[in-house]
């Protein structure tokens, strides 16, 4: 099973780099890759950068250029107090991205459209180790305050990073078998965030996580590996690939109908 690994923030890069520094590695537009051998298991990681933007293209990027059946995301996250503890492992079953701003319209298409639920049919019932399933949500901001009501209303929110939803949005398109498991580093609250101004506590805490999740996950692979058999099973078809020639038909009516009435749309 071919496996790789992408790690996204430039902290949690250099968590990894710490634990193989005899290893050589190799350079991408994105940064540096380890080809790494984990208790018999061949992965590459990759340094994919921080944020969506990084966050998509380099995930583009892997699946083209290495075409692997198992993309892993391994990182941190921050966590809302009260609703998920410090260090808890989240298995992400789904990523929405919360700091879209739409006011021509309510913002619910826009909200689903970059809204992923990920297919974990083909983990085994019982898993390696413990964790969280449940939802993260993406944007290109650490939690501020005032938006913890919103996020926890509005979306059940549990914790936030910069990067899952665009990794789970793409993978999607390509239909990649995706696991993304995020170690809550540190927490925020009414009195705001406990490594807001203290960024060494995040380094120590992303240095305990991506260790652990290193060390984890030979298990998750031979896990997957153990429930897939050694028959390569393709991914399930993403329902949108599957309604497209329905859209498409549909599409070629409207155009037929409407032709000279076209709505403009910046979308």
């Known amino acids: 099973m071919k496996t790789l690994v992408l790690i996204s923030a430039d902290t949690e890069w250099r968590s990894i780099r710490e ?42 990027y892997v699946l083209d250029h290495d075409q692997p059946d198992l993309l892993v995301n391994l990182g941190t996250c921050g966590g809302l107090q009260g609703r998920v503890e410090q260090g808890t492992i989240i298995l992400v079953e789904r990523t929405l991205v919360y700091d879209l701003v739409e006011q021509m319209t309510d913002g619910t298409a826009e909200l689903a459209f970059y809204t992923t639920d990920l297919d974990l049919s083909w983990l085994p019932l019982v898993l390696p180790h413990p964790v969280l399933r449940g939802l993260m949500v993406s944007g ?25 939803a665009a990794i789970a949005w793409v993978a999607q398109r390509n239909a990649t078998r995706t696991l993304i498991l995020r170690g809550v580093s540190d927490l925020v609250g009414k009195a705001g965030g406990e490594a807001y101004g203290n960024h060494q506590l995040f380094v120590e805490r992303t240095r305990t996580i991506m260790t652990r999740l290193i060390e984890q996950l030979p298990d998750w692979l031979q896990a997957v590996q153990m429930t897939l058999g050694s028959t390569k099973v393709p991914p399930a078809t993403p329902s949108f690939l599957r309604e497209l020639p329905h859209r498409c038909a549909q599409m070629t009516v409207r155009m037929v109908q409407k032709s000279s009435a076209r709505s403009p749309s910046r979308r």
């Open 19 to 60: 634990l193989f520094l005899e290893a050589c590695p190799g350079r991408s537009p994105f940064g540096e890759y380890l080809d790494l051998t984990l208790r018999g298991h061949q992965v590459r990681c990759f340094q994919g950068g921080w944020g969506k933007v990084s966050a998509a293209a380099s995930a583009q």
């Open 140 to 164: 290109d901001r650490d939690i501020v305050v005032a938006d913890i009501p919103k996020l926890i209303g509005s979306h059940g929110a549990i914790a936030a990073d910069w990067e899952s």
